[in-house]
Nanobody, 127 residues
Framework: LQLVESGGGLVQPGGSLRLSCAASGNTGFTLDYYAIAWFRQAPGKEREGVSCISSGSGSTKYADSVKGRFTISRDNAKNLVYLQMNGLNPDDTAAYYC??????????????????WGQGTQVTVSS
């Protein structure tokens, strides 16, 4: 399984972006069979779990730093997972990665859980 992220860019403080995570190529992988998580990594900092969504029930988890501002969701018909980011601030500037874990009906925000990763998309919040 290979993943590809899109939707990053430059946005002003207070703005919004929506990131997408897709299975790369016509591989036949169905993302709704996997827990999908978003991580981010800023220069000089460790990779941080931002949000995840489980397979099955679609339960979600968020880092405290993004609760109330970010929303993770699935579009199973399109085989996509989204991260809607509102109220962005400069501390959100980072490379954002999606990752997949075949665990059923649970998800974790620990990067060690995940075997499949995308290449990342850059989000820069600046005026």
């Amino acid at each position: 399984l290979q993943l590809v992220e899109s939707g990053g860019g430059l946005v002003q403080p207070g703005g919004s972006l929506r990131l997408s995570c897709a299975a790369s190529g016509n591989t036949g992988f169905t993302l709704d069979y996997y827990a999908i998580a978003w991580f981010r990594q800023a220069p000089g900092k460790e990779r941080e779990g931002v949000s995840c969504i489980s397979s099955g029930s679609g339960s979600t988890k968020y880092a405290d730093s993004v609760k109330g501002r970010f929303t993770i969701s699935r579009d199973n018909a399109k085989n996509l997972v989204y991260l809607q980011m509102n109220g962005l601030n400069p501390d959100d500037t980072a490379a954002y990665y999606c990752a997949a874990d075949p665990i059923y009906d649970d998800c974790k925000l620990s990067p060690q859980r995940y075997d499949y990763w995308g290449q990342g998309t850059q989000v820069t919040v600046s005026s």
